[in-house]
């Protein structure tokens, strides 16, 4: 198994320190939701350091459409958090996770829109090899978007929601990165020291379909979303 390299190593080392409430103030409810959990894989490519990102299927019930991590409900057999990020990237793209480094698992989250407690999983892609779409029901696109254009200033903004909501966002590969997703990025970029300024009060609109299509959901889930 290799080591991570040194470029990764701040953020490993700042995973058993951080709190919740550092990355978001949804935090997951004394009693109740259903665990689940993502998997944040860095790895690196042609451009340098990356990150492994899905596009949901705009047929899902809940969070269509919307950019994220792989991931998904936690199954009774599953060992925990990491077993479940694993083999849900596997299922939706063919990530081999014996091709994945655990670096650790961030402090649980609470999506309220579906009632999921999500459990990030942070990894390095010791072994990196070609991924695609294998789940054509859950997973619409797969990229490894280059941290370089996550930390480029012109790619970020914050995104006003129809609730009233502002949080930050990213546009790149096509994808408007927002929700969820982009607020733990946000907060990876700041923990890894990778962040550089960018101006914060640049705030677009999300539009109304793709706000009601990503909050549609079911008292019931279906199996791996979340």
């Known amino acids: 198994m290799s080591a991570p390299p040194a470029w990764l190593q701040p953020l490993a080392e700042a995973i058993p320190t951080v ?77 081999d996770p014996s091709s994945v480094h655990v670096l ?8 309220p829109p579906s009632g999921f407690v999500v459990h990030p999983v942070v990894a390095w892609w010791q072994a990196p090899h070609e991924v695609q779409v294998v789940d054509v029901a859950e997973v619409a696109a797969v990229a490894r978007v280059p941290l370089s254009e996550l930390v480029e200033p012109a790619n970020r903004f914050r995104v006003s929601h129809p609730s009233g909501i502002i949080g930050p966002a990213f546009e790149v590969r096509d994808m408007v990165v927002w929700g969820f997703t982009a607020g733990l990025i946000a ?15 640049r705030v677009r609109q999300l539009d109304a379909e793709t706000w009601r299509m990503a909050l549609r959901s079911t008292t019931s889930p279906r199996e791996g979303e979340a």
């Open 19 to 95: 709190a919740g409430e550092y990355f978001s103030r949804f935090l997951p409810p004394d009693e109740g939701g259903r665990d689940s959990a993502v998997l944040v894989l860095f790895g690196e490519g042609a451009q340098g350091p990356d990150l492994l990102l899905i596009q949901r299927a705009t047929t899902l019930r809940s969070h269509a459409g919307q950019p994220a991590f792989p991931g998904g409900a936690q199954d009774p057999e599953d060992d925990g958090p990491v077993a479940a990020a694993l083999r849900e990237a596997q299922e939706e793209v063919g990530v």
């Open 104 to 111: 650790g698992v961030l402090p649980a989250l609470w999506l």
């Open 187 to 201: 907060g990876i970029l700041r923990l890894g020291g990778w962040e550089r300024p960018w101006d914060t009060d």
